[in-house]
């Protein structure tokens, strides 16, 4: 059974689908239900008992506390919660003020983290659980102009590996999915600044290279799918799943560097 948030569009609408392919049962969540993809109101409409839309802004506390309560008094369980509701901003660091670094986090980060406190219990006591967090190849990068999206990920980052080795004892996993650009409305609603004059020559080069980057992104969102699923199924998880064309393809030497760091919580815990 596999709770996803922010299945309105783009990888969260895929995502729920192929789980509801492989067998899931699934509550695909988002703020309005009523906006959700014909897509998934066709699986729910053929499949009512297994699959269920339901309403969850991440930023609200009564509104996670619901989602998880109707999750449970429907499938009883919650073997996999997917954090992939998300928003992005371009900007400076001067000129992003601090309710939208605020607006970001609360997303992003605290949103996503509220929701694992709210199901930790419950994958505790079933013995099992695997959390897939969705990050971004951002998280790794630091792009300039973005220092708010690539914070609030690089943070997202580092709670899902301290995460997984504080509760794989219990048989619950956490992965990061680190995707790279596709097409999806992200960018569309992206909360963007316009450069004030000291930064505008550079953010302006800075935003016609991501532009162009994000004009040629990939428009199936298959790997991003595929990396979900193997991130929930793999007996021994990776940290990260990368999925995508540029600039992921630079990942995999980087990712095999860190992956000793993993080793470094697991000795402190004496779990090695
Ligand atoms: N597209 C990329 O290139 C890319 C690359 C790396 C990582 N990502 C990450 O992938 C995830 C999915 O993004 P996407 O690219 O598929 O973009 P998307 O199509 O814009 O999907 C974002 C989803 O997040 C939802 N959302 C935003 N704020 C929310 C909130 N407060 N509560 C609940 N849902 C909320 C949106 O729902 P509403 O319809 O309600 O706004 C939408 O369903 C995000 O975490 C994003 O950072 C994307």
Redesign the pocket.
């Given at each position: 059974m596999a709770l996803i948030?922010?299945?309105?569009?783009?990888?969260?609408?895929?995502i729920a689908s192929a789980f509801a392919s492989e067998g899931y049962e699934v509550v695909a969540?988002?703020?309005?239900p009523d906006?959700a993809p014909e897509s998934l109101k066709a699986i729910a409409a053929e499949t009512p008992d297994s699959f269920v839309l339901a309403p969850?802004?991440?930023?609200?506390a009564a509104?996670r506390q619901a989602a998880v309560d109707l999750t449970v008094k429907r499938f009883g369980q919650i073997d996999v919660l997917i954090?992939?509701?998300?928003?992005?901003a371009r900007g400076s660091l001067e000129d992003t003020p601090e309710a939208l670094w605020r607006k970001m986090f609360?997303?992003?980060l605290f949103?996503p983290i509220e929701l694992i406190r709210l199901v930790l219990p419950l994958m505790r006591e079933q013995g099992a659980g695997r959390i897939l967090n969705?990050?971004?190849?951002?998280a790794l990068l630091k792009t300039p102009f973005m220092g708010a999206?690539c914070g609030s990920?690089h943070a997202l980052d580092a709670a899902t590996i301290a995460l997984d080795t504080e509760t794989r004892s219990f048989g619950v996993r956490a992965v990061c999915?680190?995707?790279?650009?596709?097409?999806?409305?992200?960018?569309?609603?992206s909360l963007d600044r316009e450069a004030s004059e000291p930064y505008a020559k550079i953010a302006a080069t800075f935003n016609s290279t991501f532009d162009g980057m994000?004009a040629h992104?990939p428009e199936d969102?298959t790997p991003?799918v595929e990396a979900a699923l193997a991130a929930a199924h793999d007996a021994d998880p990776d940290m990260r799943y990368p999925a995508?064309t540029e600039p992921v393809k630079i990942l995999p030497p980087i990712l095999e560097a860190l992956a000793p760091l993993r080793k470094i919580g697991l000795h402190l815990t004496g779990q090695d």
């Open positions: 948030t922010g299945c309105s569009s783009g990888f969260g609408e895929a969540t988002m703020r309005n906006n969850l802004d991440v930023t609200d509104s954090n992939n509701a998300g928003i992005g609360e997303t992003n949103g969705v990050t971004s190849v951002a999206y990920k999915v680190m995707p790279g650009p596709f097409k999806t409305s992200l960018p569309a609603n994000e992104a969102f991003v995508g």
